[in-house]
């Protein structure tokens, strides 16, 4: 069964009502969401599911569904499932996501400052951070910093772009992930766009605004290995 995804118009929908199309042991899927499932480095997204009686259910993780279509929506220990068929309320945790929103993008930004292939990449609340094929002398947390935060106060929108899988084959410079390749197959790829900064394939969760980010600063730069040279990175708030 194939799920709406409502975050992918309006990453800022923070309710929604939605109907259980199946249900399993600690887990249902609807006919649409706002919460994002993990994938691309992004945390699946958390929250509540509220039942027409007013019972509230905790959603503990987010995840791709039994089908590439679907996004499985898992409880919390012990809770029982609504009924396949039932209306629900849906409810985001809001600052947790609006945190990794802000962070995900930071990242976008980050990665033209750090012009490098990437290997990896990982988001949570309360940091986020990037590996990338480079020298690690070549890595300096106040050039980074500086450089981000530059592009940041620019203020720039964001937007959604998509794409056909043949467009992104005669642009192959377009994926800097080396580790992710965009999924094919569905006829169209989702890009997000960074006017004058930044242009690639994603289908996580971004603000509309990078000035919302607010500013980053470097926690640490280390060597995971001789292609991976990490660098982590907070919100300055």
Known sequence: MTTELLFRDDA??????????????????????????????????TGFLVRESGERIVIADTRKGGTPDAVRHLLAAGAL??????????????????ALMRLHTALHVMSCVVIAPVTGGNISPDKARLDFDIDMTLLDSAMIEHGTNELVARGV???????TDAELDAQPEL????????????????????????LQPCGGTHVKNIAEIGGIRVLRIRNEGKRNKRVEIALVD
């Open 12 to 45: 800022y929908l923070t309710t929604a009502t939605a109907r259980v199309t199946s249900a399993g042991d600690g887990f249902i899927e609807l006919d649409r969401t706002i919460f994002y499932p993990l994938g691309g480095g992004q945390p699946g997204d």
């Open 81 to 98: 499932p609504p009924e396949s068929g039932e209306q629900v309320s849906l409810e985001l945790d809001w600052p947790r996501r609006y």
């Open 157 to 163: 929108d964001t937007e959604t772009v998509w794409i």
């Open 175 to 198: 994926v800097k992930t080396m580790s992710v390749q965009p999924p094919r197959g569905a006829g169209r790829i989702r890009l997000l766009r960074i006017p004058g900064i930044d």
